[in-house]
């Protein structure tokens, strides 16, 4: 069974740090383009950062310079370290892997996988 599995969500107070994980089990995803979305309440998901097979990565402008994206094809696992976070980082957060370009992972379609999310909360 393939499956997506984030962690490393939590509580933090505004300025703080954490490092997201998304484990990939049941097939390897090193040929995948992937990515982080998020989703706040009473809002739609949003991209957040991607990642193409080659390593070349991508940004919503609300992040950038503040997140990094990273995988690991040795262990099948997804990263996105976060810095100077915000309140309005506050979502759940979710992977996702795609056998297409890793621009579909930046529109947000075609996207063949999904984790069930990690919430993070930044207080002020």
């Known amino acids: 069974q393939v499956q997506l599995v984030e962690s490393g969500g939590g509580l933090v107070q505004a300025g703080g740090s954490l490092r997201l994980s998304c484990a990939a089990s049941?097939?390897?995803?090193?040929?995948?383009?992937m990515g982080w979305f998020r989703q706040s309440a009473g809002k739609e998901r949003e991209f957040v950062a991607a990642?193409?097979?080659?390593?070349?990565?991508y940004y919503a402008d609300s992040v950038k310079g503040r997140f990094t994206i990273s995988r690991d094809n040795a262990e099948n696992t997804l990263f996105l370290q976060m810095i100077g976070l915000k309140p309005e980082d506050t979502a759940v957060y979710y992977c996702?892997?795609?056998?297409?370009?890793?621009?579909?992972?930046?529109?947000?379609?075609?996207?063949?996988?999904w984790g069930k999310g990690t919430l993070v909360t930044v207080s002020s």
């Open positions: 996702a892997a795609t056998h297409a370009s890793v621009y579909m992972v930046v529109r947000g379609k075609d996207l063949d996988y």
């Open positions: 049941g097939r390897t995803f090193s040929g995948d383009a």
């Open positions: 990642i193409s097979r080659a390593g070349d990565t």
